[in-house]
């Protein structure tokens, strides 16, 4: 193992597991310490496995149940004379189901890298504690709370997406509106959410991306490295997530690498805010975007067939499709030609296989998104960048390589 690398495996998932079909989930182990803990002393650091790699959120999110006996520190609202203290609370939608759970601060081992005192999400899993979600979370996870390791499908996840932190200034200011996450107080003494309120966090209290908190060499992006899978599939597929971008010979980033910048002009193109342009089909989809943590292609094309009673596509032979992929802000930029196949999901899945290249699925009626998921990455040293970390080669964008 190198200084700046973990090892990353798409696998079944962890004891209790029973989403259907357990496909495509990339799984990595952390180690959480209490603030300034060793990592040799059990006491105060707890090692994670089956934590999902998504490259589509921000921050880490473990199960409460994991790290309990660590009692990790609350991240605190209060201010100075009042006479309650309060604590923070979050709400984590996702496209499909939601997270709720208390925020601490904790150390996070990556490895043999450490970033210190980060915020983190501890995920209510305990179906018996006095702050269940509250009922507009809920709402806003369509009513699909996943509070175990069986509806989560992993023990956590670890956000490593383009940004610092999981919101920003919306948060900052106390603002949800068309946010998807969202901060509580709740006073640490509450026997119900209903005394749980939205409120406004600071930058530095809110959950922080593992990666940016590296120290210098590692923290500007990462580079997932993965096998080429070739469909029916393969029973597992191991592969390195390396840390950090141009500062050492595993991360340093290929002349001939294709590379697409994410929007950042929320002003005029809030659709491709931190994401990118796919062409497909004559269709221009502004907001597409790479993501692990999202188990197939998801698009829109009505000639495909459904599997039965799902939103897969079970066309009756596998096929060669290919699509465009360009800037954000500018979808005439940087276009290149990307090639990928579809294949029949109920095939696919009907084995005792985990990695699939070619599961494919329908995006939401009217969804201007083109989800490029884990399939994407098979075969292909993908370079993601953290946007305003020193370093980033002006960030944010995407890049990949091909062997």
């Known amino acids: ?59 880490l999110r473990v199960l409460a149940s994991k790290v309990k006996a660590l009692n990790l520190p609350r991240v605190t609202l209060s201010a100075a004379g009042d006479a309650v203290t309060r604590t923070a609370w979050e709400c984590f939608p996702f496209v499909v189901g939601g997270l709720w759970g208390a925020n601490a601060g904790a150390d996070v081992w990556l490895g043999q890298q450490v970033g210190t005192r ?46 610092t932190l999981d919101c920003g200034q919306n948060c900052e200011a106390g603002d949800y509106t068309g946010s998807f996450v969202q901060y509580y107080s709740c006073p640490q003494t509450a026997t119900a959410s209903a005394g749980c309120s939205p409120t406004a966090v600071p930058a530095a209290l809110q959950v922080y991306n593992p990666v940016a908190a590296l120290p210098a060499a590692y923290n500007n992006g990462v580079v997932l490295k993965m096998p080429a899978v070739t469909d029916p599939g393969a029973a597992t597929a191991s592969g390195e997530l390396v840390f950090g971008l141009n500062s050492l ?20 193109r809030p659709d491709s805010y931190l994401n990118v342009t796919t062409r497909f089909n004559g269709q221009s989809y502004a907001s597409s975007y790479l993501d692990t943590g999202t188990n197939g292609l998801f698009f829109s094309d ?5 599997c039965q009673g799902t939103t ?47 599961a494919a699925g329908a995006a939401p009626a009217g969804s201007v998104s083109f989800a490029w998921g884990m399939p994407f990455f098979y075969g292909k040293s993908v370079f993601l960048s953290i946007w305003q970390q020193a370093g980033a080669l002006s960030g944010p964008w995407y890049a990949w390589t091909t062997p």
């Open 118 to 163: 980060i915020p983190l999400q501890l995920i209510e899993d305990d179906t018996q504690a006095a702050l269940q979600a509250t009922s507009d979370c809920v709402s806003a996870a369509d009513h699909n709370v996943l509070d175990s390791a069986a509806a989560l499908g992993s023990n956590g996840i670890l956000g490593i997406g383009s940004t």
């Open 1 to 59: 193992q190198a200084a700046n690398n973990l090892r990353v495996r798409v696998e079944d998932g962890p004891h209790g597991f029973s989403l259907a079909p357990n496909a495509n989930i990339l799984y990595v182990t952390v180690t959480v310490c209490v603030p300034g803990g060793s990592p040799a002393n059990p006491a105060e650091c707890q090692v994670i496995d089956h934590v999902q790699v998504d490259t589509g959120s921000v921050g």
């Open 249 to 268: 010979p595993n991360n340093t980033l290929p002349a001939t690498a294709r590379k697409v910048f994410l929007g950042v002009d929320y002003l005029n």
């Open 312 to 358: 897969w596509y079970c066309p009756a032979g596998t096929q060669n499709l290919n699509a465009q992929l360009s800037d954000g802000d500018n979808p005439l930029a940087n276009a290149v030609t990307v090639a990928f196949q579809l294949a029949n999901a109920e095939a696919l899945f009907s084995t005792n296989n985990t990695a699939f290249s070619g």
């Open 302 to 306: 009505a000639a495909q067939i459904r």
